[in-house]
């Protein structure tokens, strides 16, 4: 089995999407795929009518296919141990289940923004925030598998996908209402009215169908309304979660700044007095100069360093912290977030490579919390 696993937010409950075989038919939006959801302790769960599993030729290479007979692949408390892991390190996994067990192959923090539609059992998924309203076949696209925005007018509902398919990361970033693993399939002409009263997740909220063979489906919040400006800027800038990356001495803009001109952010400088303010003292580019380094504020310059950059940063600490790089590994960054760096900065040149690597340094260090609460 592959999947996803997103924790129990404030507005969302915790949900786990997963199909048969590889995950290739839920990114792809092609597959409907068993639903779990957690909330307030309690688990509700949905099978798909039909379901595709898909393998891997092991001579050629190639994806083959066959129908299933649908049975849900997890008990109540192993959803209840992943979601639970998952929360107490404050993150969302894509995951594969073999032999007994879960095998977690990716992970970010973003806060989820679906809700699931229930009347009583679940009805689907909106994968993206905002109302449907309007006519099937005009203002509401039906489409058995997912569809990329550019492809539809305003909503679409589907028969197929997840949270985590390709198609509905591209409605969220396009800003348009997506429905996908609809229990019902529509017909043109239909009317449908989907609206969302502004009321916490533990009152149910109603949406009226006009036209449908149900009458009320009960929403869950939306996850977006409350969040705070870094929670939105980590969903759509896809910088690191944990650790700022900013450029060194930027012309305009947010910055590390050791000269002047300075600018927005942390600032070097003879007359230090603020929080994001570090005095010369504060300032580290040699070994002689970290032996004798003591003060709550850092920055640690390792461009100069080479091999000593990793030792260097695990063995200094400081309530607020800084480092300087150039090109630097994984490694290097890594033991920068586990030492809780407050950012990390580089010539502006560098900076695309240095965002990419410390989310990879980041990951990896999340990776590794998880796999010592397996062990444990």
Not at 314 to 325: F, N, R, S
Request: aromatic share 8%; hydrophobic share 30%; charged share 35%.
């Amino acid at each position: 089995y592959s999947g996803s696993a997103m924790r129990e937010c404030r507005e969302t409950p915790g949900l786990v999407e997963v199909v048969e075989g590889l995950g290739t038919s839920l990114e792809e939006g092609e597959n409907r795929p068993y639903f779990y959801t957690l909330d307030s302790g309690k688990i509700d769960s949905k099978k798909p009518e039909e379901h595709r599993k898909i393998t891997r030729n092991p001579m050629n290479g190639e994806e083959r296919q066959k129908k299933v007979e649908p049975e849900m692949p997890f008990e109540d408390s192993e959803i209840k141990e992943l979601l639970g892991k998952l929360d107490r390190q404050d993150i969302n996994a894509k995951f594969a289940y073999k032999r007994g067990d879960f095998y977690i192959v990716d992970v970010w923090k973003e806060e989820p923004r679906y809700e699931v539609l229930k009347n009583p059992e679940i009805q689907g998924l909106k994968v993206s925030e905002g109302d449907i309203s309007g006519t099937v076949g005009q203002e509401i696209t039906y489409s058995e598998t997912t569809l990329s925005p550019e492809k539809y007018r305003k909503h679409l509902v589907t028969g197929a996908g997840g949270y985590t398919s390709r198609d509905a990361e591209k409605a969220r970033e396009e800003g348009k209402t997506a429905v996908f693993s609809f229990a019902e399939k529509l017909e043109n002409g239909q009317r449908i009215n989907m609206k969302e009263q502004k009321s916490g997740r533990k009152e149910k909220r109603q949406a009226r169908m006009d036209g449908g063979t149900r009458d009320s489906f009960p929403f869950s919040q939306d996850s977006n309304d409350s969040r705070d400006t870094k929670a939105i800027t980590e969903d759509t800038t896809n910088s690191p979660v944990a650790t700022e990356v900013i450029p060194l001495n930027p012309r305009n803009g947010r910055g590390v700044f050791t000269s002047p001109p300075y600018g927005e952010g942390y600032v070097l400088s003879d007359k230090a007095a603020g929080e994001n303010q570090f005095s010369r003292k504060n300032y580290v580019e040699t070994a002689e100069q970290a032996f004798v380094f003591d003060g709550d504020h850092l920055m640690l310059d390792v461009r100069k360093l080479g091999s000593e950059s990793k030792e260097m940063i695990k063995y200094l600490d400081a309530e607020k912290k800084v480092l300087i790089v150039n090109q630097p590994k994984i490694d290097v960054l890594k033991e920068a977030v586990v030492k809780g760096y407050d950012a990390v900065s580089c010539e502006k040149r560098f900076i695309d490579d240095l965002e990419r690597k410390v989310q990879r340094a980041e990951k990896k260090f999340m990776l590794e919390k998880i796999r010592e609460i397996d062990s444990n």
